[in-house]
């Protein structure tokens, strides 16, 4: 076995210690307070020094061609998740011409092909293993706009937290997540993979998440090497479609969509991945704008760069690069660090280096920044650490982790409208008629992206959550009445759904989307109900029976109909693993939904792009002049959404008071106190998501409508009252200014507070003085 790594007098000693995620392990509180505080930053630098003498005594042996090697990142036949594979993947391993694979999972299966590069190459590089770990790994959670529907900063920590502990136990030291893409077109399938629509709570989200995925010490062996993805802007494709073009000025660049990255390089994220998209006429893997004035030269990031898949053979598409030679050249000096699946640098780059067309020290600093990322995971400690088949045998879908996934699910849900107090329902006097194509359906449950979760086994499904719960689970009637698929026009199951409706107190429908519907390259035109679910509902409606629907969708659809006729909508997401345990905890009242939007919901698809922070018109619409022609509005709908950002009902009621400020002027230098009470009045115990906006009346460029600046969800016991209080800086009203100087300015600002955008108690306060 040819050991240099592991036999080199300048190895070092990790001290290793268990994943310290226990099934005895209590879940998160419901009581605790959950705030936006930042989350420290991920420990890189035990013993920098060592650690920059033993890789350059290696990159001292290293050829240029095993240099290259480690900047090649190849897929794995275990798993397709692109157009393209590479057949030979394992004979370039053994040529030590591979640094990285993805797309290979198991204990067993990543120990193989690690031992050919630590034992059949010259040096004995252990590979890096990546996997597209999204909202977990084994164990799903609800995908992450779902996650992000919870507002609660601690169960999304904790979801990273328990994929990561599953996929390092299968030999993945490397997830391409989290996506941090401020995304506002719900057209985009990839809507489905983000947090939303607002900066901050993008901000505060990934946060959480490179925190959960990488914990505070990346030499343990429960983390994984977090993805900041897609740089950038890669949300905002035009119409909606995927990969699409950019094009956008560099405030909104700056004020609204490089947020979230900046927040994952200061919590310590190890990657970044570049998008698709080409942004204001340069493609972001040959964007030297992007990856090294912004990410190198302002972040300081310290991590590699690694091109999503193929993307740099897509610039020649573009019309940007002559061919894939060219193409390697401008993404090398742009500065990216690594080729996924593409091959261009594995093709091209040593030659260009023998030509002078790139230069040798672009290469070192490249494999540089890789083989830190190895070191510090451990893999020249020991290469196997990661692919323990007995911890693999003991973490995946241990209880813990399932528990958790089931609380994290109920948490992501939102009440969207609850007429009468149609729920939560009886367990006991009822027979209930659950309908349609997601009543039963384990392969949708979990969603688009779930890694390496069973789609056709372990999922727990809304019928059977159902009849779990249920005094007698034989009034419990099923059908699945209707289809899903877009071309579906057989209405022959609606005859059986009509005859169980008849028979039942009230019907539960499980409607939405297929999972394939959302996540990557699923744009969609029409928001609608597809196939004909729509059709039966209407059908259903004529029996005068209340019907309760089940969402379970990827992103927001447009359900004015079912607004305007069912009694009650629970937005369910994709809900994961234990999605049918948890919607029924919250249809029956063991849980009482807590969930806020994170994304506008459009009444239809012409309203889009609509988001809550927009800026406001020369003739903006009101009440006020509602007949008037001449002011910005639709003349065949309202200006408004069906569903607002941040909006979310809960089973009990919450009073908010008149907001307290502790000064009504503040100083550059000072800080803002707003206080308000917030009293449970309704008959149930709850959660609440206290949400603060500002608005910025005047500056020197126009402001948003609104714009949300800290939220804290808290438990209120029925009729308990607590104070919450935030506190506001200059940091707070800063923006970029006419002259692109970052920093606030002086005059006068809104200050709302309430439980969603639209529902809020205002006031007012002044920022005085130089704020230079």
């Known amino acids: 076995m040819k050991k240099y790594l592991l036999a080199t007098a300048i190895a070092t000693t990790f001290v290793l210690t268990a994943c310290n995620l226990q099934t005895d392990q209590p879940l998160m509180n419901a009581e605790k307070t959950n705030t936006q505080a930042p989350i420290s930053q991920t420990i890189w630098h035990d013993d920098k020094a060592q650690m920059d003498a033993f ?8 050829t240029l061609e095993e ?170 494709g035009q119409a909606g479609r995927d990969y699409h073009t950019t094009d956008m000025s560099d405030r909104e660049l700056r004020d609204t969509y490089l947020p979230p990255f900046k927040a994952a390089v200061d919590a310590g994220v190890t990657s970044f991945m570049t998008s698709f998209n080409e942004l204001n006429g340069v493609p972001a ?53 690594m080729d996924m699946q ?22 070192d600093n490249a494999a540089r920044r ?50 009468n107090q149609q729920l939560p329902l009886s367990k006991s006097d009822l027979t209930i008629a659950v309908i349609g194509p997601l009543a039963d359906s384990k392969e949708d449950l979990i969603g688009s992206w779930s890694a390496a979760g069973d789609r056709y086994e372990k999922p727990i499904t809304l019928l059977t959550g159902i009849k779990a719960k249920v005094a007698d689970p034989s009034k419990v009637l099923y059908a699945k009445g209707a289809s899903y698929e877009f071309s579906h026009q057989d209405n022959s199951g609606f005859e059986a759904a009509i ?37 039966l509902m209407q059908q259903l409606k004529k029996l005068a029976k209340p019907m309760v629907l089940v969402l379970m969708n990827g992103r927001p659809m447009t359900i004015e109909w079912a607004d305007q006729n069912v009694d009650a909508i629970l937005e369910a997401w994709y809900p994961g693993t234990m999605g049918g345990p948890a919607i029924a905890d919250v249809l029956f009242g063991d849980y009482n939904p807590s969930g806020k939007l994170p994304v506008t919901f459009p009444r239809n698809v012409g309203q889009i792009p609509l988001y809550y922070n927009m800026k406001n018109t020369g003739r903006p619409y009101s009440k006020d002049n509602a007949e008037q022609k001449y002011v910005s509005r639709y003349i065949d709908s309202l200006n408004t959404p069906l569903y607002h950002f941040g909006h979310g009902l809960s089973y009990t009621t919450f009073d908010y008071s008149k907001i307290s400020l502790n ?26 998501v206290v949400q603060l906006y500002i608005r910025d009346r005047i500056g020197s460029v126009t402001r948003p409508v609104k714009q949300l600046k800290g939220f804290k969800k808290i438990f209120l016991h029925k009729g308990e009252t607590k104070t919450v209080s935030f506190s506001i800086s200059t940091e707070d009203l800063a923006f970029h200014r006419q002259d692109m100087s970052f920093g606030a300015e002086a005059g006068e600002f809104d200050l709302f507070i309430g439980t969603s955008s639209d529902k809020v108690q205002s006031s007012e306060f002044t920022l005085s003085g130089s704020v230079d």
Request: aromatic content about 10%; glycine content about 8%; charged content about 25%.
């Open 370 to 419: 890789i083989l830190e990322m190895k070191y510090r995971l451990g893999l020249f400690e020991d290469p196997y650490r990661y692919s323990n088949e007995e911890r693999e045998a003991q973490e995946i879908y241990k209880e813990y982790n399932l528990q958790a996934a089931q609380d994290v699910a109920r948490k992501s849900m939102v009440l969207l409208k609850n007429e």
């Open 663 to 688: 000064k009504a002027v503040i100083t550059a230098k000072e800080k803002l106190t707003a206080s308000i009470d917030v009293t449970n009045s309704g008959n149930y115990d709850g959660e609440e």
């Open 67 to 236: 240099k290259v090697g480690q900047m090649t990142l190849f897929s794995s036949d275990w798993d397709v998740t692109g157009p393209s594979l590479r057949g030979d993947y394992q004979e370039k391993i053994k040529e030590g011409k591979v640094g990285a694979v993805f797309n290979a999972f198991t204990a067993k299966y990543t120990k193989q092909l690690q031992k050919i590069a630590v034992e059949e190459t010259r040096l004995g590089i252990p590979l890096l293993f990546g996997y597209d770990v999204i909202h977990g790994h084994r164990t799903i959670f609800p995908i992450s706009l779902g996650e992000s529907a919870s507002w609660d900063l601690d169960a999304i920590k904790l979801a990273a937290e328990v994929a990561a502990a599953e996929a390092a136990a299968e030999g993945i030291h490397w997830t391409f997540a989290p996506m941090v893409d401020v995304a506002r077109d719900p057209r985009w399938g990839r809507i489905s993979e983000g947090s939303g629509e607002d900066v901050y709570l993008t901000t505060a989200i990934a946060r959480a998440r490179v925190q959960g995925f990488q914990g505070d010490d990346l030499s343990q062996p429960h983390t994984i090497l977090a993805t900041a993805k897609h740089f950038a802007a890669y949300g905002q």
């Open 342 to 363: 593409g091959s261009v640098y594995f093709d091209y780059l040593a030659n260009q280096v023998t030509q002078g067309k790139v230069s040798p020290q672009q290469i």
């Open 55 to 62: 890789i350059t005594e290696l990159m001292a042996k290293m």
């Open 499 to 535: 005859a169980i409706a008849k028979k039942a107190d009230v019907i539960v429908l499980a409607m939405g989307e297929k999972w394939d519907m959302t996540g990557e390259a699923t744009s969609r035109t029409s928001l609608d109900f597809p196939g004909n679910q729509l059709a």
């Open 285 to 337: 893997s040959a964007n030297k704008y992007l990856l090294t004035d912004i990410l190198r030269d302002e972040w300081s990031f310290e991590g590699f760069v690694v091109t999503d898949y193929t993307s740099i053979n897509e610039m020649v598409k573009h019309g940007f690069a002559r061919d894939n030679d060219h193409a390697g050249e401008l993404a090398v000096k742009a500065g990216v660090d």
